[in-house]
């Protein structure tokens, strides 16, 4: 091979590369969303050897559903565990603590949950709008 064609391959391999970081520093995310949300509970079970359990309380300042389900697509799963996001208005009560069994939160905060998202085990994901009602 002669050096020119070696130049070549070495400035598309260069290119490519530049691409490639380039692409994986550009992902969207979170910051990318137009709601403002503010974490303000999180539960990570402590089991790295079983399925991992992840629960948190969010809140935002608009009902923005669509907005909601892309960050509860954006939180961490983990393949056979289980996701839950809770929505709450900003500025109304919102739980400080959640944990994990059948009720996630302290039941005074039903009145004021917005939407929950949950993905399961399966990858399966529900989005519910006003769970308990307006």
């Known amino acids: 091979m002669n050096r020119s064609k070696k130049y070549i391959i070495s400035l598309a391999v260069a290119a490519l590369l530049i691409w490639f970081i380039a692409d994986a520093f550009n992902q969207p995310g979170v910051q990318d969303l137009k709601d403002d949300f503010e974490?303000?509970?999180?539960y990570r079970n402590e089991n790295n050897t079983g399925p991992i359990i992840r629960i948190y309380a969010?809140?935002?300042?608009?009902t923005l559903w669509g907005q909601m389900k892309k960050y509860g697509a954006f939180m961490p799963h983990t393949k056979y565990g289980n996701t839950k996001v809770y929505f709450f208005k900003k500025g109304?009560?919102?739980p400080k603590e959640v944990y994990a069994g059948t009720e996630n939160f302290d039941s005074q905060f039903k009145p004021y949950l917005l939407a929950s998202y949950e993905k399961d085990g399966m990858g399966t994901t529900n989005f519910v709008k006003f769970p308990f009602g307006e």
């Open 58 to 62: 969010v809140v935002v300042t608009d």
């Open 39 to 42: 974490e303000v509970a999180l």
């Open 92 to 94: 109304l009560p919102a």
